[in-house]
């Protein structure tokens, strides 16, 4: 396997060998501290503006009670929603890229995002479910399409390049089962699904904050954990499988937590479209490093939805957009612009 020149191995007491790049040490210091700087603007934002010192003094335990209301109460569980959601997208986005070997390999293209909207419009529409039933309804619903697509994708193994394919297939389908579910669906329902497969933070509180952040200290060890037989697998299965790699179960480990991150990202904060697309791209070209980059991308995606979020509130005057809006915009010109230079490349 070739090594990284800039890469450094690093041998803990224990034995442990880990090899760091220092320029992607560095990427992930600025994109979590980007991310942190977002979240304290984005908690001072709304109509009670709260300066970001007396919002990090709040936070601290030292604010008044009135700012310990609107900080910890309204607005912080809403912006540790958009950290989580952007995180599980972004590491979601990196692992389907890299099992599929393909940019276009995210769960927006594959389905997963369309699959739990497909969930959450059948509790809303026929069981006029809660907010918890919608979420639950999300999760099953991606849980289901993810299991779909890899049956259907099999074939002596599941495959870069037929897992796009079956993917983009389901999403066509699901998309179609959307669509038909809206009109079957009475106004106030309909207009409730709408708002939700917008994908938006408005209203997120600690209900939404402890299950997915229980989810994501569970999952994010156990990828970084298998990141040497994913990075392994991007050199071909033959060759993984000479190094001692369990291909297949590594591969399906893998696809199921990324399943997951991305279902629970959905049910949290409905279908943000583009962030996992786009932060595993802008990771790889900031730290120009070969790999999945996984932490990477998933500081990157926190960043972008924060911000996003952000520009949501601030950008657009007195019209507050939902950051799926935004995500939506933003990520459909920058798969434009990777279409046309993957085009030019001659890869596509």
Known sequence: MRTHPRSRAV???????????????????????AALAAGVALIGTGEAQIPAADVLRTLAGNGTAYQDFIVNELRLPRVLVGLLVGASLGLG???FQTISRNPLGSPDVLGLSQGSTAGALIVIVLMSGSSTQVTVG??????????????????QGVHGY????????????????NGYLLTKADLV??????????????GRDWSQVWPLLGLCAVLVPLVLANARGLRMMEMGDD?????????????????VCAVLLTAAATAAAGPVSFVALTAPQLARRLTRSPGPNLVPSLCMGATLLVAADWASQRAFGAD???VGVVTGVLGGGYLLWLLVTERRAGRI
């Open 93 to 95: 986005g990196a692992l």
């Open 320 to 322: 507050q957009l939902p």
């Open 189 to 202: 329902d309909a207009a409730r699904a709408v708002v939700w497969m917008t994908g938006s933070l408005n």
């Open 11 to 33: 041998r803990t007491p224990g034995g442990l060998s880990l090899r760091l790049d220092p320029r992607a040490l560095i990427v992930v210091a600025i994109l979590l501290t």
């Open 239 to 255: 060759v993984a499988g000479a190094l001692g790699v369990r291909v297949q179960p590594v591969r399906l480990l893998l696809m």
């Open 162 to 177: 037929r897992l796009v394919l079956v993917g983009i297939g389901v999403s066509a389908v699901v998309t179609a089962v």
């Open 138 to 155: 999300a999760l099953i619903g991606g849980l289901a399409t993810g299991l779909a697509i890899y049956l259907l994708a099999w074939k």
